[in-house]
């Protein structure tokens, strides 16, 4: 990677640790699954007037909408309402790559090497660890929710990776069309529209503005452009080259949500975002006995392995 490509690499992660931030904004006013809906409204409607749809089957397509859109953010954004800290959030998150090499693993029978299940062993105990650190200072539930939205995020990737789209941008693009109705009728039912309703009717103060910002952030900055962003990146490089980068993620969000929330992660959580961080980077490490010669910027790039794949492709949209 030249070292252009490795700073767009890295704008691409401060774009989305930063969303985090975006996120916590947003739901100071509009309840977490209507803020689902309305994220995913915002990216729909210009999706399908312009962008082709990608040439994949539905099946995978919905399949990829329902995991990545509906049951990671629906949990993502329940449990960062229910108090889980957004620097926290964006590193529990990072547990979709280990759940997507298990689930490879039982639902495509998916070979996986020893530094695999090795990188797996070291990130679940550094999740142990914050989860244990989490249920002591403020409930283990929202801890849960934002791991079941890593869970949901791994079905996304096996959707995704099924599809095998031609363009994955326009994939991410089209996913957005699946969430939005069925994000409002569960926010109706759940959340009521009473909720609903005070939480758009009070969105026109100035005090509602950081969570307009916030939205847009999540819609334009972090989707669309890292999102593009990153896409170009693997149009150049091999995945196991790029995948990596995303795990500067959580290390944004911490460090942002330490300086703008004041959030501050207790030591023994910063431990175990530190085992997660490097059993995540132990899993999708290329073999370099196995490593092709890179490809020319035209050409498609040929991912490494299952972890690696994963973490790139679907990373597309680490957006949370």
């Known amino acids: 990677?030249?070292?252009?490509?490795?700073?767009?690499?890295?704008?691409?992660?401060?774009?989305?640790?930063?969303?985090?931030?975006?996120?916590?904004?947003?739901?100071?006013?509009?309840p977490p699954l209507f803020l689902v809906a309305l994220r995913f409204a915002m990216l729909a409607v210009p999706t399908?007037?312009?962008?082709?749809?990608?040439?994949?089957?539905?099946?995978?397509?919905?399949?990829?909408?329902?995991?990545?859109?509906?049951?990671q953010f629906a949990f993502l954004y329940t449990g960062?309402?229910?108090?889980?800290?957004?620097?926290?959030?964006?590193?529990v998150l990072q547990a979709s790559g280990p759940f997507t090499l298990v689930l490879g693993v039982l639902l495509m029978r998916e070979h996986?090497?020893?530094?695999?299940?090795?990188?797996?062993a070291v990130a679940l105990t550094g999740m142990a660890i914050v989860g244990v650190s989490r249920f002591q200072?403020?409930?283990?539930?929202?801890?849960?929710?934002?791991?079941?939205?890593?869970?949901?995020?791994?079905?996304?990737?096996l959707s995704s990776r099924l599809a095998r789209p031609t363009n994955p941008l326009h994939l991410t693009m089209?996913?957005?069309?699946?969430?939005?109705?069925?994000?409002?009728?569960?926010?109706?039912?759940?959340?009521?529209?009473?909720?609903i309703g005070d939480s758009l009717r009070t969105s026109l103060s100035t005090g509602a503005v950081p969570a307009w910002l916030g939205?847009?952030?999540?819609?334009?900055?972090?989707?669309?452009?890292?999102?593009?962003?990153?896409?170009?990146?693997?149009?150049?490089?091999?995945?196991?080259?790029?995948a990596p980068f995303?795990?500067?993620?959580?290390?944004?969000?911490?460090?942002?949500?330490?300086?703008?929330l004041d959030e501050r992660p207790s030591p023994v959580e910063l431990l175990g975002a530190a085992l997660v961080v490097a059993g995540v980077l132990a899993g999708s490490r290329h073999t370099p006995a196995a490593e092709p010669p890179d490809p020319a910027p035209e050409e498609t790039p040929a991912p490494c392995d299952e972890m690696s794949q994963s973490a790139a492709l679907s990373a597309q949209t680490h957006v949370s």
């Open 1 to 30: 990677m030249t070292t252009r490509d490795r700073l767009a690499a890295c704008i691409v992660a401060v774009l989305w640790g930063l969303n985090f931030i975006a996120i916590h904004a947003s739901l100071e006013q509009f």
């Open 174 to 195: 089209w996913m957005s069309v699946v969430p939005p109705i069925p994000m409002l009728l569960l926010s109706l039912w759940l959340e009521g529209p009473t909720a």
């Open 137 to 157: 200072a403020s409930g283990f539930w929202p801890y849960v929710l934002v791991l079941l939205g890593a869970l949901g995020w791994a079905v996304g990737n």
């Open 246 to 260: 995303s795990m500067l993620v959580p290390v944004v969000g911490i460090a942002a949500a330490a300086l703008i």
């Open 112 to 120: 996986v090497t020893r530094h695999q299940w090795v990188g797996l």
């Open 215 to 242: 939205l847009l952030y999540t819609v334009v900055v972090a989707t669309v452009v890292g999102s593009g962003i990153w896409t170009w990146l693997l149009t150049r490089h091999r995945a196991g080259l790029v």
């Open 80 to 91: 960062m309402a229910a108090g889980m800290p957004a620097g926290l959030a964006s590193l």
């Open 48 to 71: 399908i007037l312009l962008v082709p749809r990608p040439d994949v089957p539905l099946r995978w397509l919905v399949g990829y909408g329902v995991g990545f859109g509906i049951l």
